[in-house]
Structures are given as C-alpha cells and as structure tokens.
C-alpha cells in the first residue's frame, strides 16, 4: 500500500491523505487550508479555490484509473473544504454520516450567496465497515470538538492502517476514546495521527470548563457572555447543564439551535437515549431574534424545526428585563445585536473559549475591546479540541503501530523523539510504502 500526503504533512489544516492499493485509491479528508492573517488589515483571509484545488488523479477529470471514494472524517472546514473550491467528478462518492451532509449544506448557505454541496454523497456509519475501492473502513466515534468526528481502521492487501482524524480524549466524548483505545484492530501496519498539539503534554478538559465557568456565576448575578465556536456542542453542552443547575438560560440563535437539533435527529444511538446536548424542549432554552434565527427561518427545509423553536422564542424586551440570569454564546458578529438590544451590564462576565490564536485578528480583537469597554472582567477558559500528547501517546501505546506517520501538525519532530525510528515525516507530496 503507498500513502501519499498531499496536504497537512508538516501543517495544521488542509488535511489530504491519499492511500493505493493496485489500481484503487481513496482519499482521507479533502480539507481547504486554514485561513491566514493579512499582515497588513489582520483579518482573515479564506483560502481561494486555487489554493485549495489539489491535481490528484480523477478527482475532477475521468482517470486511467478512477478515483474510488473521498472519506471525510468530520465537519471542519480544513478537513471538507475542498468539495467547494471546485465541483468533484460526480464518479467519485463522497462518504460521510447523515448528519455530517446536513451541517455541512446548512453552514455552506448560511453566508450571503452561499452554496449548496454539489457531490456524490453516501453515507457511512459508527462501527459499520464499509468498502470503498479496494479499501475496507470501519468508523470509529471520535472525541473532538467537531459534533461528529471519526477515526478509521482501513484495511487492503493484507496491511492494516489506522487513521485517526482529529480527536482527544479529555471532551464529553471520553468514552468513544476509551472505545477507540481498546478495540481489537488486529496488527496496526501504520497509525496516521493528528498532532495539532503535540507540544502541549496535557491541559484542561472539558468537564475542568464547566466547573471553572459555573464557579463564575454560582451565587452571582449578572449575564455571562462565552466566545466560543457555535459548534462547539460540548461546551453548549456544559453551558445548558451550568443554566439549568443554576436557574439561568441559555440564550442561542436560530441558528445554533438548528445545528443541535440536527445532531439530535441524526446522530443514530444504539441506547436510544436522546444526546445529552441543549434542544428545543429543555426549559432553560431562549431564541433571540438575531439576523441568523431570520435566515434560516426562511429556508424551507428547515420550516418544520423552526416551528419547533417558537416556544423558546424571547423578545428583546423579556430577554432585558432577565438579563442577570443569562448564559450567552457570542461569536465576533455578535457585538452587533449587543450593541443595539441590550441595555444593562451591570454584574456581567465574559469568557474567551476559544483558541488563543485567534485573539491577533482584527475581527477578535474588536470583540474583545467591545466587551473591556462595557466593564467586563476577562476570563480565559478553554479546553483544546485536539489531543494534548499525553493522548497521542496513549494511541501509539494501545495501537503498537509498526510505523507512525504525524499529519496535521507543526511538530511532527515530538513524534520522532518519543516513538523514535517508526516515525515517519513528511512534506506535502511525500509518500511511503508500507
Ligand atoms: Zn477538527
């Protein structure tokens, strides 16, 4: 079997992994490169479709031999991103979960003149192999901060590869890791793992957040505002568990709702329990009116879970005279509807939970001098989305790989140093044989 690693060798984003046996070849992610900062504005920069577009074989053009799956490990756009730099040959199936294909078109038409995902869609499920090409793939439940996030044991002329996607294990999904961990997949040829943080050895979970958030507001009042990815569902998660033990609300946006509720009617589970996330029911839930709650109530598909929200909806009024007793989500934009809706501030916090990085772009940074100049004091909480070492280290424990290859990473030199001479590093174009 020869791997190649088109993009995301020495890098973090991007992520493209080609693997052949014979004749057949799939693809592991097909991911658009992170956006950079203008030096100059510090705003960010999406990558063009240029930069974006990979010449591999049979991805747009018919192929002496045919391209035979791309398989997208979860729903961030440095591991999808390519399907929409340029429309993929409809001979190559995309394969991804029922709930993946439904984030990924509704975040595509949320922006102005968005699109619609333009490819051969199958889907693939928790635990179910499945046979793309010459390849035989079983998903693995992954914990990342993704809503939905998947290794794979890939297996084809008698070698065995594990790829691990993005992952952790210290979010609300532990136990898919521990899963992860002690599966029996046989004599691992090659483990493919994320190292996003390998520098860090270990570092907050997320259970650590909720208590240091819900240590802010127990016995206090005053709203809490959260910077944090709108998809990041664990935290939303802990940010509804800290409401309801707390007697606050949650306040979301149509928009934030409708990725949960998603989640909730299709992410299959074998207990048939619903997922422990906020949705429409929880009494704690209030929907404000935002632009995002307007545009998606206007798109069709979604009419049936929109009426669904109405009984959670809350005016500016109602939501100004409880301002105390609310836990508010906010992204960069958010500053916007603040500004103009709300009147009082007194006794409110804010929380950065994002990645640090972040804070350099010009959009963040107004955000945050936003929220100083109203008077709120400034707390950094944040779990990382991605596997501290100590993790990664645990993988190639459990695994016993006979070779590593690090992607996905701007310290593939930690893997040499810990695993030694199985490591194997990459640039982008690089392969080997295994
Ligand atoms: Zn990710």
């Excluded at 990815?229 to 998660?237: F, P």
Aim: aromatic share 8%; with cysteine.
């Amino acid at each position: 079997m020869k791997i190649t690693v088109h993009r995301g060798a020495g890098e973090i984003g991007g992520n493209c992994i080609e693997l052949q046996s014979g004749e057949s070849r799939i693809l592991l992610d097909y991911g658009a490169p992170l956006p950079k900062i203008d030096s100059a504005t510090r705003k960010s920069v999406q990558a063009t479709p240029e930069e974006t577009i990979l010449d591999i074989p049979g991805l747009y053009e018919p192929a002496p031999a045919p391209l035979d799956g791309i398989i997208i490990s979860h729903t961030h756009q440095d591991h999808y991103g390519g399907l929409f730099a340029k429309k993929i040959s409809p001979a190559v199936p995309v394969y991804m979960t029922a709930a993946m294909e439904e984030l990924i078109r509704l975040t595509a038409q949320i922006p102005r003149g968005g699109k619609d995902l333009d490819a051969t869609i199958r889907h693939y499920r928790k635990g179910e192999p499945f046979m793309a090409g010459a390849f035989k793939l079983t998903p693995y439940l992954m914990d990342h901060s993704a809503s939905e996030s998947f290794g794979f044991l890939i297996e084809a002329d008698g070698r065995r590869v594990v790829y691990t996607g993005d992952f952790r294990e210290h979010g609300n999904k532990k136990r898919a890791f521990e899963e992860f961990l002690s599966a029996d997949m046989g004599k691992v040829d090659l483990l493919i793992t994320e190292g996003t943080q390998a520098a860090i050895p270990s570092g907050p979970s997320e259970p650590d957040v909720m208590r240091d958030i819900e240590s802010l507001v127990a016995g206090r009042d005053g709203a809490l505002y959260v910077m944090c990815s709108g998809q990041n569902v664990d935290l939303l998660s802990s940010l509804g568990g800290i409401a309801e033990k707390q007697g606050r609300f949650l306040v979301l946006d149509g928009y934030i709702v409708l990725v949960l509720e998603l989640l909730q009617r299709l992410v299959p589970r074998k207990s048939g329990r619903p997922l422990q996330i906020p949705g429409i029911g929880k009494k704690y839930l209030k929907i404000i009116n935002t632009s995002a709650t307007g545009k998606i109530a206007g798109m069709p598909r979604y009419r049936e879970i929109c009426e669904a929200m109405k009984p959670h909806l809350v005016s500016w009024e109602a939501l100004n005279a409880n301002i105390g007793r609310a836990i508010i989500p906010v992204r960069t934009s958010s500053t916007g509807w603040i500004n103009k809706h709300i009147r009082d501030f007194s006794g409110a916090m804010f929380v950065y939970s994002m990645w640090n990085g972040y804070r350099v772009e010009a959009a963040f940074e107004e955000a945050l001098r936003f929220f100083k100049a109203k008077g709120l004091p400034e707390f950094l909480i944040h779990a990382s989305g991605h596997a501290y070492f100590s993790a990664i280290r645990k993988v190639v424990e459990a695994r016993k790989p006979r070779r590593v290859l690090p992607v996905h990473t701007e310290h593939p030199g930690n893997f040499a140093w810990a695993f030694g001479d199985r490591v194997t590093v990459l640039k982008n174009g690089g392969s080997l044989e295994i």
